[in-house]
């Protein structure tokens, strides 16, 4: 188990009750990075829908997509809107993009010194941390430069 | 075909708000501010509450149409709207549906109207506390990624990276809103002025925000009535017509939280609204005499500035100064009454007052001769709105 960036006490990530995004944490959970791809025209696209939104078709396939991406933007928070989060301001947040996946971008951590210089463009990976004592257990991908 | 223009077709006769509190400190219930707001605007304006047949708002406002018009005691009720989505995002929306139906005879007289009493129903800046989480709010609020303030922190991040621009253009946004608000008696920030030394010096909430880059949260109401064009010169007051509105957003713009996933992330989200705005007004952003852009953060300013076309991305650090945004001679006074930093934040409905009593020349810190008045709603908040009121002489 790897050590989580937040303090606990944070809500617990589940899926929606129908399900959509189901696909998308029970990959964290085995390791993988998995986004949405149409696959009738090879689009990805994140978060997840019900629709393709550039053939308005149904299918959609969920594909692994290789966990590296670049900070497209960031932010380092200081005031904590959370009770769990008192003590453990600064964080950073950063939007990366997946050049690998269509340049669809997710929302992440930035491990490592929460005072580092935050350069966008920089490539990241994603980590993936596991949350096993959470109820139910779920994964998060975070990001650290490479 | 008729003309599909609202150019000219309405008129705002009447304003009026509550006194304005820190959030949590008003003594009235939210719906009995709202009922005051709304009895403060006929007041203004000379018209008797009862004649008031439509209600607009937007944010999900609590305070239902029905219920007002029969707790006021309307004759009847033939309007009642609500603006989907959007947030503050919404103020020139309600201000723009009210016009639409004043415009197209569904209703004679409505009142756009917001209320809120924070201390009552609790906080926007707030993270939730619900033991789980779905959806896209899954996708960020294990991040610790849950306020407004962070949400939108990185738009302004990357428009700021990509046009080179510093600190001091979203301070100089900041010191007008509280330079303004020292000449306003109405507003929270009254007696509270601001120094460059007292924003850098502040703490930051989340970068590139300080804590006087956000917003107050307050408990108030607002309430501005709106009435057919013919109909404007029978009032207490100057009238401020209706020039343009627009409301919406570009392609594929994400509500929040998943904001981050919007193609076009570095914007406030007006550069579809700001032609189809001029060109229904039929003005050019050389024209407009006096701003009041939605203060959620002040990044959100400088990018919707920019999309009105008030000046380039890349020339942002030279125009945002706080002599350029302050009246009565600067080149774009900027939320002359104080705005959602220094006057209240009455979800950017005092703006669309404050843009009404610019016309009017009633307010304090007048802008001499102004014709053209312009009013920005929640920018980064989709859908986003604008409107545009002008003078009689501007008809």
Redesign the interface.
Known sequence: MTQAY?PPG????????NG??APY?QGLRDGVLKVQRNPRTGVFQ??PQWIA?DDQGFELDWVEVAPRGVI????????P???A?QG?C??I?V?AELPQAGN??????LLGDPRQDVP?GAEVEAVFEHHEDAQPP?T?AQWRRV | MADRSLRGRVAVVGVGETRYFRHGQATDPEFLLCLKAILAACADAGIDPVDIDGFASYSNDRNDPPTLATALGCKELRFSNMQWGGGGGGGAGAMANAAAAVATGLADCVVVYRALAQGQFGRF???????????????????????P??WY???V??FM?EHGIGQEALRAIALASYHHAQSNPRAVMYGRPLTEAGYDES??????FHLYDCCQENDGAAALILVPAERARDFRQTPAYVLGAAIGAGY?V?STP?G??TPD??SSHFQTLAPRLYEMAGVAPADVDVVQCYENFTGGVLMALVEHGFFAADEAMDFLTLDNLTAPSGRLPLNTSGGNLAECYMHGLELQIEATRQLRGQSTAQVPGAEVSLAVAGPMVTPVSTIILGSEATL
């Open positions: 937040l944070l809500p617990t990530p589940v899926p929606e009750r959509l995004s944490w994140w978060p939104h497209y933007s960031w932010t380092r928070v200081w005031h809107v959370h009770p989060l453990a600064p964080y947040v939007v669809v971008r997710m929302l992440g951590n966008i779920y998060l | 800046g707030q993270g939730p506390q619900s033991r789980t989480v779905s959806g896209d709010l899954a996708l960020t609020v294990p991040y610790g990624q849950m306020s303030a962070q922190a990185p738009k991040t990357r990276h703490r930051w909430i989340t970068e590139p594929r994400h998943a981050f996933a992330l570095a």
